[in-house]
């Protein structure tokens, strides 16, 4: 066992109204830390929404507590170091090269009338390097493919070097090859860092093979959470994603998300 | 709390996970396991600030290092030597820098000024020679004196008259372009101009109501200061109705709002100079531009200048953080209200000063920053510095061809400008429809 510090997430009683709406009630979401958490759910579920409150992005009640600290109580800096966002759809500046956006990341290490260190340029080139981006550096961010494009926000983000990562669909653009990659990093990065991840997963069977627990969100309500096999199961997945599925179970026992056809028994 | 994964080690190799293809990833390696990493321990966030503290940074990095070829490293050679020259890129990335303002870029700025100013100086109506111009500036500086041979007339049409209109141009052309910079940055919008929320409308009914109820003279005499309340006025109503308007304080009802308030005093402002039809023409000249005020007007706007111009010079990278807008700039760690406040607030009184004394110069708070992107780059960082000297250097070549081009006669400064600037406009909205966002 090292000493090294870990930041566990408690969320508690989170509601969100939008438009006059209740977008999200009543949710609790928890995960040690270190742990690795998927947010899964239909459209419209109130993924992004959680994921948003949670980093304090959206009025909110209830409380979202952070290796011990009321997120609320925070000031922008702070919780910027504490918590790193990608958004599922980010806006991009069309001319900022990647090199320029990666050190984005860095704003909150940044005094306000200050200017980027030589450290924060050798992380933000350290990141890219990671992230298989180096070559990109010094292009602008409208000639980047969405798969790229999409790296690159996960690049800002761990340029912010916080314990806490919230990856809004953090894959969905990537090929098979660069999910992996992504994800693995991403894994990676938990294990041996210990950072706290929560990301938003489309792909069932991938939030089952990646992460220690599953949280299923349906009409902004927390319907289910535990390990991937208790959550990933026909009947529930039947009744929130109108879905007709087979679970099958891997020699892990990681839950495996198949589609049924019509003709499928 | 335990730091241990709570299921079996990720890293173990027949773990799904780290086996199989890595397409573009050194698998995690067992040998080195959770010992290596623990090194990399993230700073304590007990205090947060601590997190900057360059220890933090120096492992940032190493864990790079170690995941990048690492001792040990289960790779083949082929593999690692294939990584070997991607190693210089992170440290090469980190000292090209793309977005910061290049010496050379100012120079060319400053050098253009200074040309501008030149040519501003020496053409006029009565011809003055331009080496007794260059003996008679000179001359003026500390310990420097020199013989002019120019005539008492010529030296004090030289230091009355063209030396404070070229400064006065130089000033309100910076001004209105810097501040043109500042709203595009706060309101993520490429076509924002200056004048965008009252400032021009405000200025323009103040001044109308002076000129038509004092009249005259009497009215012409206060103009400047009228313009420069109208403006602030203008801007901090539009603020206002924006903020109580729009609930999150967002740019879209901020520019709305601009939109209504500039209507709403437009509106008065023309139902107020049809009260006096004859002082139409007076208000009219004023709404075209002058920089013909003189060392006064010039001594009158310098605080302003300063103040407005430093205030934006400092905000350039914060402009840049605002430019992925207000949500996640706040994700980042800023407070994006805050910023806006603050360059709006500079914005305007730069605005409010170039009006005081150049009147409702149109377009070249959106030309100018254009010119500057396109040709020195999109970081606010470049378009504010370059965008103020660029935007000198426009004015006072504009108005040097507003003041020849039918000498005797002047041309009003603003036809000249909007004369370049209208096609200009539409050859933006043409680049700028291919973005899209
Ligand atoms: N700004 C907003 N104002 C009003 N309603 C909103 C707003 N943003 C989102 N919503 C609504 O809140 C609900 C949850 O949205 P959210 O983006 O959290 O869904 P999601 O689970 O992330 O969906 P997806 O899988 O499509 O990304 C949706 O019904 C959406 O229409
Ligand atoms: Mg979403």
Redesign the interface.
Known sequence: MSGRRTYPLEVTDLGVRLDGREVLSGAAVSAAGGEWLAVVGPNGAGKSTLLKAMMGLLPHTGEVVAGGVRVRDLKPRERARLIAYAPQSPSLPPDMTVFDYTLLGRTPYIPYLGRESAADREIAGAVLERLDLAGFAARPLAHMSGGERQRVVLARALAQQAPVLLLDEPTTALDLGHQQQVLELVDRLRAGDGLTVVTTLHDLSLAGQYADALLLLADGRVVASGPPAQVLTEPLLARHFGARVRVDAEEDGRPLVRLLRPDDR | ????????D??CAD????D??????EP?DPARG??A??D??????AG??R??A?A???E??E??DQ??DGPGSSRSDARRSEARP?EA???????????RLRTVTLLVAVALLLASMAVGLLVGAADISPKGILFALLDRLPFVHLDSGLAPVDQGLLFQLRLPRVLLAALVGGLLAIAGAGYQGVFRNPLADPYLLGAAAGAGLSVTLVVVFLGGDAGVAIVPVAAFVGAVGGVLLAYAVGNTAGRGGGTATLVLAGVAVTSFLTAIQTFAQQLKLEELQRIYSWILGDVGGGWEQVWMIAPYVVVSTVVLL??G??L??L???D?????????AGRVRFVVLLAASLATAAAVAVGGLIAFVGIVVPHVV?RLAG??YRIVLPISFLGGGAFLVLADTVARTILAPAELPIGVVTAFVGAPFFVAVLRMTRR?G?
């Open positions: 709390m335990s730091a241990e994964p709570p299921r079996a990720p890293l773990s799904p996970r780290s199989g293809v890595h397409h573009d990833l995690a959770d010992s990493r623990g990399s321990a993230r700073a304590d966030l947060a600030d997190v900057r360059d933090g940074r120096a940032a990095v864990v790079v995941e990048g991607s890129r992170p440290s090469e990335a980190a000292r090209s820098r793309p977005g400092l905000h990278r914060l840049d953080v430019s992925v807008g949500e996640e700039a706040a994700g980042l760690g800023l407070r992107r999109w970081s973005v966002t």
